[in-house]
Nanobody, 131 residues
Framework: QVQLVESGGGLVQPGGSLRLSCTGS????????IGWFRQAPGKEREGVSC????????NYADSVKGRFTISRDNAKNMVYLQMNNLKPEDTAVYYC????????????????????????WGKGTRVTVSS
């Protein structure tokens, strides 16, 4: 079992950048696929990005492709989400989650069924993009 904690959220102006961090305890994150998800006020949770536990392959939701980058630092037991060119519609609570594989990914989005197939979730960090 792994416990996940997100950090790095905050208030940023449109066009700005933030880097979110996900750290784990109880187990090393390199055993797991790690995904980032977000939930905006009044909306369903959606998948943002995922990095696999095998070859480190990544995928992204179409809404963030080209702006967000997911990465791992196994030495620090961390997974990051670098978010550039932020838009007001990126405002949400961002969660990292772990499982043995990334969520089903099809045509630029993630299948949300059964909690995206993720087993362990952090409590989230809030990102607000506003001028």
């Amino acid at each position: 079992q792994v416990q996940l904690v997100e950090s790095g959220g905050g208030l940023v102006q449109p066009g700005g950048s933030l880097r979110l961090s996900c750290t784990g305890s109880g187990s090393t994150l390199d055993l797991y696929a790690i995904g980032w998800f977000r939930q905006a006020p009044g909306k369903e949770r959606e998948g943002v990005s995922c990095i696999s536990n095998g070859d480190g392959s990544t995928n992204y939701a179409d809404s963030v492709k080209g702006r967000f980058t997911i990465s791992r630092d196994n030495a620090k037991n961390m997974v990051y989400l670098q978010m550039n060119n932020l838009k007001p519609e990126d405002t949400a609570v961002y969660y990292c989650a772990a499982s043995w594989g990334c969520p089903t990914y099809y045509s630029g989005s993630y299948y949300p069924g059964d909690n995206f197939g993720m087993d362990y979730w952090g409590k989230g960090t809030r990102v607000t993009v506003s001028s």
